[in-house]
């Protein structure tokens, strides 16, 4: 079995009740559930950007908390549901996590640019001229521009439509692999969660109803809560 | 000789008060009862600064400046404290930067030979000061609350990329700092062209010459500029900090309360 790079064990935080899951290497793993589930929530304690109440989160079997905070959160990236560029050119954007470290070399930029599919001339643009969907691709650059190992993904395409989510979502699934990276990720759409995920996790009321295969949770729900859920969406 | 206005003329000044008090009445703004109330409480305090500039001119400059400094300064603190209260140590700050501003101030005046130290200079030329940066320490709390509201995402994002709470809120403390010190950079660059500046038009009533009246309006006019880019810097950059814990997470107003 490959190695365990996030153990939640019995977590509380806000409405999130006794979450107990494991996030293995090169896992995939879609979270799911009602509005207010508290998926986002969960989402945040990956990376500190929120902390539990009560339990235990461990990133390769340590504390998280014994983690210095900033390196933390550069190898666990965190892409947001709205874009949320700096108000610079997209260069800006992109160097602006490795600076902090004294990471960044010129090349890097076009690699992140190719990436996300998006032309290198665009690397001197200002953020402004770019559109819903190019706003979010350089969001995820951004994010990868720091080479995180963990891709906490909270609804990248919920703002996007149709044309565009099918196209970042190739883009994703190209550089997930390419980059072995392990992620967890919210997302409303089942169609989404099968084409991406590999594990699933179903939340509702803060509780973990159902955790496991993604295929088998759509296809061969357990649980009635997960059944109507699914039914709906 | 002194001028003097004669009282008669002055109750006269009623007439003047009636111009925003009928705009008032037909629009029905609602400020009918603010504009007596302004009015009234304005000329009395106008009128009680009087009496005790009177009395304090008497006393000897070392008790005299010191006590008016200090209700000054309290009065301004007091007043600046509402545009941030949700804030923790809100009224130490405010006064410790207040404090600080009108030494550097007084120091240089004082140092310099620009001024004397008695209480017909250090008091009002103070007062200008310390009035000044407690609207420019106002307007930066407004602007650093709104910002960090605004920019919440951008905030998040910049944290979520391992930025440091200090590197995080630059953006913001930048903005901030452009919206409180522009209107002063702006002032600076139109004074006497579009109104001759205050301090210069009482001097020029009291009989002061021109050329004398402006070299006093210049050190008033470069202090107050100077005094408004600290206080605004200094009320940034400490207040910063309580939007974040100490986890390095982004609290919003309601946390910042409850925290402090």
Redesign the interface.
């Known amino acids: 079995m490959s190695e365990a790079i996030f153990q939640f064990n019995q977590v509380n935080r806000l409405v999130l009740q006794n979450i107990t899951f494991t996030l293995r290497e090169e896992d995939r793993l879609i979270i799911f559930g009602p509005s207010g589930a508290g998926k986002s929530t969960l989402l945040h304690l990956f990376?500190?950007?929120?902390?539990p109440d009560q339990g235990e989160v461990l990133f390769h079997n340590k504390p998280i908390e014994q983690y210095d905070?900033?390196?933390l959160?550069?190898s666990v990236?965190?892409v947001?549901q709205?874009p949320?560029?700096?108000?610079d050119t997209v260069l800006d954007n992109l160097k602006?996590?490795p600076s902090?470290?004294d990471d960044w070399e010129e090349a890097r930029a076009e690699r992140l640019m190719d990436y996300v599919n998006l032309p290198i001339d665009y690397l001197n643009k200002s953020v402004d001229e770019l559109s819903g969907g190019e706003k979010q691709r350089v969001?995820l650059a951004?994010?990868l521009a720091?080479k995180p190992d963990v891709l906490l993904l909270d609804e990248p395409t919920s703002a996007l439509d149709d044309r565009n989510i099918e196209a970042i979502e190739e883009d994703l699934i190209r550089l997930i692999e390419h980059n072995h990276l392990t992620v967890a990720m919210v997302t409303h759409s089942m169609d989404q969660a099968k084409r991406i995920g590999t594990k699933g996790l179903y939340i509702e009321e803060g509780q973990v109803i159902e955790y496991g295969d993604i295929n088998q949770l759509l296809e061969n729900p357990n649980t009635e809560q997960l059944k109507q859920f699914l039914h709906k969406s | 000789m002194e001028r003097d206005i004669p009282t008669y003329s002055l109750l006269l000044l009623i007439v003047f008060v009636m111009i925003p008090f009928t705009i008032a009445y037909i629009y029905q703004l609602g400020l009918k009862k603010e504009i007596i109330w302004s009015t009234v409480r304005g000329t009395l305090q106008l009128f009680l600064i009087g009496l005790i500039l009177t009395y304090l001119f008497d006393l000897p400059p070392l008790v005299g400046i010191p006590i008016m400094l200090s209700v000054m300064i309290l009065v301004a603190t007091f007043h600046a404290r509402k545009k941030g209260k949700e804030l923790p140590y809100i009224f130490i700050t405010i006064l410790v930067g207040l404090i600080g501003v009108e030494i550097i101030v007084l120091s240089m005046w004082l140092g310099f030979g620009m001024i004397s130290f008695t209480p017909e200079e250090v008091i009002p030329m103070s007062g200008m000061v310390i009035g000044n940066s407690m609207v420019a320490m106002g307007l930066a709390l407004e602007r650093l609350k709104s910002e960090f509201e605004q920019n919440r995402g951008k905030l998040l994002a910049a944290l979520s990329l391992g930025a440091t709470p200090k590197h995080a809120a630059h953006m913001s403390i930048k903005k901030t700092l452009n919206a409180a010190l522009i209107p002063n950079i702006d002032q600076l660059k139109t004074i006497g062209l579009v109104q001759l500046p205050g301090m210069m038009t009482g001097l020029i009533l009291g009989g002061v010459a021109p050329i004398i009246a402006i070299k006093y309006q210049l050190v008033i006019s470069i202090s107050i500029f100077s005094s408004v880019s600290l206080s605004a810097i200094f009320i940034s950059m400490v207040m910063y900090r309580f939007f974040f814990n100490k986890q390095m997470q982004l609290l919003n107003l309601q946390d910042i309360k409850k925290n402090g």
């Open positions: 990376n500190r950007m929120d902390d905070i900033p390196q959160r550069r990236g965190l947001l709205q949320h560029l700096f108000p602006f996590g902090l470290f969001s951004r994010t720091n």
